[in-house]
């Protein structure tokens, strides 16, 4: 398996055990991540739309919405490795640009080699990109009418207002016209970490955390029961 950075997965796939197969598999593999498994497109769909997710294993056959048609609704940015029992639909796979078509019963081997793929033509573009991110430790937001420059070392947590963000950095707060989920695509993932739809914390201003909440500058946030799974794997790793 090719060093990189570990990958979010999600999983798709209406029968159970499919979905316990490939978790199965996953969890053998290092640099994989599974962030959740879901039984339909539409639970997916808002599950994408809330989290980051770089890679889906997406079964082809599912009732009310196809992974086809699941696959073609979602950002290109999400990779797609199709898995279905029949062999009829790898064109339109492939014409779907996936990094790959897995046939059930699907072994670890041929996931594997999948994953593989995957890594060969992303993890490369991955790694330009951190290094990109690396190389610099700020990032400009609009606000009142201006760009502003933000290091990344001076904030504290970031604050959803709908269609508005509060960046509480260590002298003041800046107030900017964006989503959090865009926000979140920009900020570097060693440093940050969203713990709630409404809040997306700097990890090395935490002063300690529970189940439940993380508590910076004496000011408790709660942990959503949607990022729970990821944010506790995450700082134990600390």
Do not use: W
């Not at 492939?94 to 033509?121: C, G, H, T």
């Amino acid at each position: 398996m090719h060093k990189t950075h570990p990958i979010n997965c999600l999983v798709v796939d209406d029968e159970t055990i499919a979905r316990e197969i490939i978790e199965t598999h996953l969890s053998k593999i290092e640099n994989v991540t599974i962030v959740a498994s879901c039984s339909n497109a539409i639970e997916a769909f808002n599950y994408i739309s809330n989290h980051n997710i770089d890679l889906v294993f997406l079964d082809i056959n599912m009732p009310e919405i196809s992974g086809i048609s699941f696959a073609k609704s979602i950002n290109a940015n999400v990779k797609v490795i199709f898995t279905t029992a029949y062999r009829d639909y790898a064109v339109e796979g492939f014409e779907l640009k996936a990094v790959d078509y897995l046939l059930k019963p699907i072994s670890l081997e041929r996931l594997q080699k999948a994953l593989n793929n995957y890594f060969e033509i992303y993890g490369k573009q991955e790694a330009q990109q951190t290094s990109s991110i690396e190389k610099s430790n700020f990032m400009f937001v609009r606000s009142e009418r201006k760009m502003i420059k933000i290091d990344y070392n001076a904030i504290i947590y970031i604050e959803s207002y709908s269609d508005y963000l509060k960046i509480h950095i260590e002298d003041k707060t800046i107030i900017t016209r964006e989503t959090i989920s865009a926000i979140e695509a920009k900020l570097p993932k060693q440093q940050f970490i969203r713990i709630h739809r409404s809040y997306i914390i700097s990890i090395a201003h935490i002063q300690s955390f529970t189940n439940e909440h993380i508590t910076i500058n004496k000011k408790a946030f709660p942990i959503s029961r949607t990022y729970k799974k990821e944010v506790l794997k995450h700082l134990e790793k600390f």
